[in-house]
Structures are given as C-alpha cells and as structure tokens.
C-alpha cells in the first residue's frame, strides 16, 4: 500500500507541474474530452466488474477451501489413529502458506497434500469402517477429497484469469487521453485548475485499483498470514478451549 501511495504523490506532483505550466488551445476540445472520458469509463469499468467478479469469486473458493480442510480434520476424530496424521498434514499444507505469506502457494508450486490425505484416510481397517458411524462419515470423506480437488483447478483456472498485455495498452492509452484532455480546458482559476488536478489523480487510482484487482493483491498483505493461523487455532483445538471456557462463564 505504501507503494501505491509513493507512486500517487509522484503521479500528482507531476500532472500539478502539467496543468500548471502547459496550456494548450484546441477549439473543439469538447468533443475530446467526451470521446475520452466514454471511452475509459466504459473499458475501465468492464475491466473492474470483470475484476471485481474473479475477486469475489476467489474469496468463495478460499473460504470453502480452509472450511473443507477443516471438516476432515474434525471428522477423523472419529477414528484417533488416524486425526494425528491428518491434523500434520494440514499444518504442513498451511506452514507453507504462512512462511511464503502467499495464499496461492500451493496454486503456483505441486502440492500433495489431497494425495497424502487419501492415503492417510485409506489405512482405516475393515474393523474401524464396520461402524456405521465411521462408514457413513468415511463416504463424505471421498465426496470432500473430491471437491477439495475441483476447489484446486477452480483455483487455478479463477488465478490466471488476469488482464491480458493488450488490455493494459488500451487501459492506458485511454487513461492518458482521458488526462490530457480535461487540460484541453480553457481556465484562469485556482478552482479549475484543482478539479483538473483531482480528475487526473482518480484516473490514477482507478488505475491502481485495477491492479490491485488483476493482481489479488487488494486482500492485504497478510492476509495469508491470518488465514493459516485460523486453521492453526482448530488444529491446536484452541477454538473448543475458547467454547468450553465461555459455556463454563456462561455457568
């Protein structure tokens, strides 16, 4: 953030120094100013809810996921032996998470951790599965793996979907016609002059905003940091803790 902050104060030094030092006198500056302003509200704004949807659509699928991994550690209690194994294997797929503080570490590196799960899951014994607990629970198992695995390709696919080289060029080619023209604008006051200031610098951030967007960067920059702990806190059984002592202090 502190970045995109630097680069907005440089950004409106310079157009500040531009509005005030080059004037330029063009007679048919309205119908510039029109075309330009139509055209970067229309792509900039397809761009953003286009942006905006993948965004909201990976939030989905990182909250299903956490929850999904979640879920198979609290069903495998049904059989202890096994919730040991589960419960290091899901740490271990979240430590990478944390150490990187990069929720798509395992989008961008092979991950194995829907394999070492289905075979932790598949050392139950015919005893253990004969209950009819554990054989119902153990079929919602399979169906979870299974999902987790499409939740991983969604992800993917949901990743990539980034704005293509000659979209940038039009994004800025028309935010640069979009600046330049509001200076096509006849003025002798302080106050036009300010407007034009404050129109470039939202060209700026809308710019910005959509990098953020392309990006995913817009989740903050720890947010993998406190996604994993989350996890952490049920694996460590610190959200049970927290239960029983507000059940004991509702008592």
């Known amino acids: 953030m502190e970045k995109y902050l630097f680069l907005t104060l440089i950004f409106a030094v310079f157009y500040i120094l531009f509005v005030v030092f080059v004037r330029i006198d063009i007679k048919e500056y309205p119908e510039i100013i029109v075309g330009s302003v139509f055209f970067f509200t229309f792509f900039s704004g397809f761009f953003i809810a286009r942006q905006s949807d993948r965004f909201s659509r990976v939030q989905e699928v990182i909250a299903s996921t956490d929850g999904m991994f979640s879920y198979l550690y609290r069903i495998s209690g049904l059989v202890p032996r096994i919730q040991g194994e589960t419960r290091e294997i899901i740490r271990e797929h979240y430590k990478k998470i944390e150490e990187s503080n990069n929720w798509a570490y395992h989008i961008l590196n092979p991950s194995i951790t829907i394999t070492n799960l289905t075979k932790t899951f598949g050392k139950v014994t015919p005893e253990e599965a004969s209950s009819p607990v554990v054989a119902q629970a153990?079929?919602?198992?399979?169906?979870?793996?299974?999902?987790?695995?499409?939740?991983?390709?969604?992800?993917?696919?949901?990743?990539?979907?980034?704005?293509?080289?000659?979209?940038?060029?039009?994004?800025?080619?028309?935010?640069?016609?979009?600046?330049?023209?509001?200076?096509?604008?006849?003025?002798?006051?302080?106050?036009?002059?300010?407007?034009?200031?404050?129109?470039?610098?939202?060209?700026?951030l809308c710019i910005i905003l959509l990098k953020q967007l392309n990006d995913l960067a817009i989740f903050g920059k720890d947010f993998a940091k406190r996604t994993a702990r989350d996890i952490f806190r049920i694996l460590d059984e610190k959200d049970i803790e927290e239960i029983k002592k507000f059940l004991t202090g509702r008592d």
């Not at 299974?146 to 696919?157: A, G, N, T």
């Not at 028309?174 to 003025?187: I, Q």
Request: no cysteine; net charge positive; aromatic share 20%.
């Open 138 to 204: 153990f079929q919602v198992i399979w169906i979870a793996l299974s999902q987790l695995q499409e939740l991983r390709k969604k992800m993917i696919i949901l990743y990539h979907q980034k704005l293509l080289l000659f979209q940038w060029i039009i994004i800025y080619i028309l935010a640069g016609l979009f600046v330049f023209s509001f200076n096509l604008l006849p003025s002798n006051s302080f106050l036009v002059d300010f407007l034009k200031v404050v129109f470039g610098i939202t060209v700026f």
